[in-house]
Structure formats: C-alpha cells, structure tokens
C-alpha cells in the first residue's frame, strides 16, 4: 500500500462500543462482519481495547489493524473503530456526536446506570448517527430532536410503565 490510492468509500466506521468501568459490553455496534464475524472475538476485541485503554490518558489507539478513538467519563468508555487509514477526525466527530447526544438524552448525568435505564433511546441515538458503517449526522441536537420520543403521540396501551408514570406525575404534580 507504499503510495497506493484506497478507493474512497462511505463506509468509515467498523464499530462503536459503549463499556463500563470493569470493561463489560453496555452497547456495541459492529458493521464490518469480515472483522469480527462473531460475538466471541467481538467481546475478545473490547477486552483488549479496554486493558489497552484504561489507564491511558490518550483519545486514539491503533490496535489489531484499526484505528480506535476513544473517550472516558465516570463509569463508561466511548468508543469509535475505523480501519487503519480511516481519518481520526471523522472517527472523533463521530465520538462527540455519540457522546453530546446521549449527555443530551441522559440531561448530562452520562452514567452506566442512566445509560441502561434509556438503553432504547441510546441505541436509536446509535443508530441515527451511524448505519451500516455510514456516518448520517454528527449533530448531537438533530440526533436527539429524532430519537426523543413524544409520550403524547403513542397510544397508551404501547408507552412503557416509566413512559406512563412520567405523564401521569406530570399532570398531577
């Protein structure tokens, strides 16, 4: 590849993965299945990102031919994977969109616990940023202005009991 042109593609993003402190899958998104065909070697490749990344105070890492930006905050690890001539900033505008967008969702309470509690929301934010490895919007704010759902547009035989106790302690409270 010494001076060899790549082909460009719209494919940039291998995966996004979202860890806890101890390095344990919350949400992980893979789009290139020639990488890590299965879960076990996806779950072999976080562990080693996380044994890599922990204790390091850097945002990129390149690891087992992919470029990996990353960020830290409380109890989570925010990851982006590109392949190894994927364009760090692209990878890192991707990272800040996941980031603000689930700061926004979670009111800047970004914790493993208020991630678990709105994981439906945080994989639709996921999926509104990237699809298929195609990065669609890194605006934080449109992304949270498509996944934030309206209670009083779904039926109430389909809202969630957390959905229905929040209408219901706003009207009486």
């Given at each position: 590849?010494?001076?060899?042109?790549l082909?460009?593609?719209l494919?940039?993003?291998?995966?996004?993965?979202?860890?806890?402190?101890?390095?344990?899958?919350?949400?992980?998104?893979?789009?290139?299945?020639?990488?890590?065909?299965?879960?076990?070697?996806?779950r072999?490749?976080?562990?080693?990102?996380?044994?890599?990344?922990?204790?390091a105070?850097?945002?990129?890492?390149?690891?087992?031919?992919?470029?990996?930006?990353?960020?830290?905050?409380?109890?989570?690890?925010?990851?982006?994977?590109?392949?190894s001539?994927?364009?760090?900033?692209?990878?890192t505008?991707?990272?800040?969109?996941?980031?603000?967008?689930?700061?926004?969702?979670l009111?800047?309470?970004?914790?493993?616990r208020?991630?678990?509690?709105?994981?439906?929301?945080?994989?639709?934010?996921?999926?509104?940023?990237?699809?298929?490895g195609?990065?669609?919007d890194?605006?934080s704010?449109?992304?949270?202005?498509?996944?934030?759902?309206?209670?009083?547009?779904?039926p109430?035989?389909?809202?969630t009991?957390?959905?229905?106790?929040?209408?219901?302690?706003?009207?009486?409270?």
């Amino acid at each position: 590849m010494d001076g060899a042109l790549l082909e460009p593609t719209l494919y940039t993003v291998k995966g996004i993965a979202v860890l806890d402190n101890d390095g344990n899958r919350i949400l992980a998104k893979y789009y290139d299945k020639t990488i890590f065909p299965t879960a076990k070697e996806q779950r072999t490749f976080e562990k080693n990102l996380y044994n890599k990344t922990h204790r390091a105070n850097a945002e990129i890492i390149m690891l087992d031919g992919l470029t990996c930006v990353y960020r830290s905050n409380v109890d989570l690890f925010f990851y982006v994977m590109g392949s190894s001539h994927e364009n760090e900033l692209i990878l890192t505008s991707v990272l800040n969109a996941l980031y603000d967008s689930i700061s926004l969702i979670l009111r800047k309470n970004v914790e493993k616990r208020g991630v678990l509690e709105s994981l439906d929301i945080c994989m639709l934010a996921l999926d509104e940023i990237c699809d298929g490895g195609i990065i669609i919007d890194t605006d934080s704010s449109s992304v949270v202005s498509r996944v934030a759902l309206r209670t009083d547009d779904i039926p109430l035989g389909e809202q969630t009991v957390a959905q229905v106790t929040n209408a219901l302690h706003s009207i009486f409270w």
